[in-house]
């Protein structure tokens, strides 16, 4: 069964996907997205993050997802060719062999598919962005918090003097 989602502006109310798309919230993405209404243009926090944002933990599990992936699926249609080949051989083990060879070849060029389209969409999401953050004007180090004038380590230094 598929998943569909439906981001409204937090503003308005106003849909940002134009209804129910198929899809599924992901870890890589951009962190805000702007109200496409062109009387609210307010800009809604996502749940996702660049992948430069990503801690371990959530490198962690990205990349274990693209494994996992690559393992079920692509050995799923790494075994389809071994079909036709296995007709041919007589020995139980040479069977398997053939049969693991081929799900471990459909793994991993399932698996270096997907690296090479992960990495064409991370630059994508980055450089999305970098768009957001000038638009935003969100600064892209933090910046050091100016001290209060009448905190209590200040009026402590003061009387100290």
Request: hydrophobic letters at 40%; one cysteine or more; a positive charge.
């Amino acid at each position: 069964m598929g998943t569909y989602i439906n981001i409204k502006c937090g503003k308005c109310g106003e849909s940002m996907t134009g209804g129910y798309q198929r899809g599924s919230t992901s870890l890589l993405g951009v962190t805000h997205i702007q109200c496409k209404s062109t009387y609210c243009l307010e800009w809604n926090k996502t749940s996702s993050k660049p992948y430069s944002e990503f801690d371990k933990s959530d490198k962690l599990l990205f990349n274990g997802g693209i494994v996992l992936r690559s393992i079920l699926i692509g050995g799923i249609f790494g075994t389809f060719p071994s079909f036709a080949i296995m007709d041919n051989i007589d020995s139980y083990n040479m069977r398997m062999l053939v049969l693991f060879g081929f799900a471990a070849i459909g793994a991993f060029l399932y698996y270096k598919v997907g690296m090479w389209l992960t990495k064409k969409n991370i630059s994508v999401v980055q450089e999305e962005q970098n768009m957001i953050n000038q638009k935003m004007q969100i600064p892209i180090f933090p910046i050091d918090k100016p001290q209060r004038k009448n905190s209590f380590i200040n009026l402590l230094l003061k009387k100290i003097k």
